[in-house]
């Protein structure tokens, strides 16, 4: 009997390989694969085909004698969650070993790679261009836009970077598909830097990811003869969120330290090192393997709606029944991804806000449920994709703290180089404090004679304190240097917008207490 369980990070975190040990001492074969990823059913355990999961060491017995029905999902492939979905970069998820280069030729791995090659680079860029593939990494920036400036520019040298940095909240997709698939993202860097005429590639990745770092290093040496002579590394950070901006990251790249670069240059044209660089996301760069496989442009174009062409791997997390990861082309609506993918909140109450990417992502209030998932619907609604992380919060949710933790996460993760986003962040957390307690009252430097400008006579009321962080807002959002600064103001005013009360609760209540 051989018994299929998934090495992935999440299924090792919820008990995989004491699962495998056990059947492994049932003397069973087990057989290490990528997860499907329906997390809530990991550790996940496939025989001939058929699941059973969640599965503690306990059951394995009952599962062996062909019992455990309880935990029986029947045919793996023909699940629900899987069944509904259009899976071309996770086409191989659940059903490969990761570093078998065998398994990967066995199901079209290299085709894309051999196909290329077969052609003119500029003709490869040109079919990338037809695809509409844009930056999956938050952008959403046309990938062939990038890699044509990268080739036509004149220079001794060029690099490929992969940006696998994946930092935000409640996004797994890059490393799922680095431990799960890794020599479909190699295939991808090689085919990006055949086209734009580059000699090195890197991927650059937090150190937080030892598996997939273990898994890329392994599948790049069994790769090296097939895309050589290009020359691939993976190199660490130590994970620093905004290391995830590709500025930031060439900077880390090149040892310095992580901090955003004024753009222009654009890395397109004095990248790493000073020299022509295409940086594109994990998602990205995966995703070219299929496209490049004979028809793979016309059939990408025809998925997705409007600009938004192709399918997008949807990370399904926070208070939900099913938390996963859901590939299906864009125009899929949130009221789908929660309710019909997600089966609603894992603790049974009603959903009250949906963050979409990462944090900082706007709230979705339930009565925007139905935009469509493409980068336009959502830039008009003042709220962006990103990464395609989705996270669920019921009604127990303060929204108004949940603005704080932007203002504070922001100020964490700052680099520090433009000061709407250093300062910015720290007064947002300041006011919003100021909101939720009453306002601002006089302190003691403003009472001083010196300080002849300030106000004596009172502070500032809540809704005073609320066109301020508006105005901080504002600042933030088209001042900054990077996306960190720049779009912290979503999930801080999405929240005051949706959910106003939750901003002046605790100061109503306190004046309640006192009129009391």
């Not at 273990?214 to 969120?241: F, N, Q």
């Not at 108004?400 to 922001?410: L, S, T």
């Not at 004596?456 to 809704?463: C, F, H, N, S, V």
Request: with cysteine.
């Amino acid at each position: 009997m051989i018994v299929r369980i998934s090495d992935d990070s999440l299924a090792l975190a919820c008990g995989a390989d004491a699962v495998a040990q056990a059947f492994v001492q049932k003397g069973c074969e087990v057989e290490r694969v990528s997860s499907w990823g329906m997390h809530w059913l990991e550790p996940l355990v496939e025989i001939d085909g058929v699941g059973w999961g969640p599965v503690t060491p306990d059951r394995v017995a009952e599962i062996v004698d062909g019992g455990a029905d309880d935990l029986r999902i029947g045919t793996v492939a023909d699940h629900p969650f899987i069944a509904s979905q259009q899976r071309l970069t996770f086409a191989r998820a659940g059903r490969t070993r990761p570093t078998s280069i065998d398994d990967y030729e066995a199901t079209g791995g290299w085709e894309g790679w051999k196909r290329a090659r077969g052609m003119a680079p500029l003709d490869v860029i040109a079919e990338v261009t037809e695809s509409g593939l844009r930056g999956r990494g938050g952008a959403g920036f046309p990938a062939g836009i990038k890699w044509r400036t990268v080739a036509e520019a004149q220079a001794p040298r060029k690099y490929v970077v992969c940006n696998a940095d994946e930092g935000d909240s409640g996004t797994f997709a890059d490393r799922m598909l680095m431990e799960g698939d890794p020599f479909q993202l190699i295939e991808g860097v090689a085919i990006a830097a055949y086209a734009v005429g580059a000699q090195t590639a890197y991927i650059y990745t937090r150190s937080e990811y030892p598996h997939a770092i273990a898994k890329l290093e392994e599948a790049i040496r069994r790769a090296a003869p097939i895309i050589a002579p290009l020359h691939m590394e993976v190199r660490m950070g130590a994970g620093a969120y905004v290391c995830g901006e590709e500025t930031s990251l060439l900077n880390s790249l090149e040892g310095r330290r992580g901090e955003v670069r004024a753009k222009p240059p654009l890395p397109a044209l004095q990248g790493f090192m000073g020299y022509p660089t295409v940086v594109n996301n994990v998602l990205t760069l995966a995703a070219i393997p299929h496209i490049m496989a004979a028809g793979g442009a016309e059939e990408y174009a025809r998925l997705g709606v409007d600009r938004s062409k192709g399918t997008m791997p949807i990370q399904i997390a926070g208070n939900v029944k099913q938390g996963g990861l859901y590939e299906v082309a864009f125009g899929i609506t949130l009221r789908e991804l929660v309710y019909d993918v997600g089966g609603g909140t894992q603790s049974g109450r009603p959903v009250k806000a949906v963050q979409v990417g990462g944090p900082l992502g706007a709230y979705i209030h339930p009565d925007q449920f139905d935009i469509p998932f493409d980068y336009e619907a959502y830039a008009a609604a003042d709220a962006l994709i990103g990464h395609a992380g989705i996270t669920v919060f019921d009604d127990t949710a303060d929204m108004g703290a949940m603005a704080r933790f932007a203002m504070e996460f922001c100020a964490a993760e700052s680099c520090g180089k433009c000061t709407p986003c250093r300062i910015g962040a720290v007064r947002g957390a300041e006011i919003i404090d100021r909101i939720r307690h009453g306002g601002r009252k006089r302190d003691t430097i403003e009472l001083s004679p010196v300080m002849h400008n300030a106000p004596k006579d009172a502070g500032r009321l809540p809704e005073q304190e609320i066109g301020l962080l508006t105005d901080l807002c504002e600042t933030m959002k088209f001042g900054s240097l990077c996306a960190l600064g720049g779009f912290t103001p979503y999930p801080v005013m999405s929240a005051l917008r949706n959910w106003p009360e939750d901003f002046i609760r605790d100061a109503k209540a306190a004046r309640d207490e006192s009129v009391a």
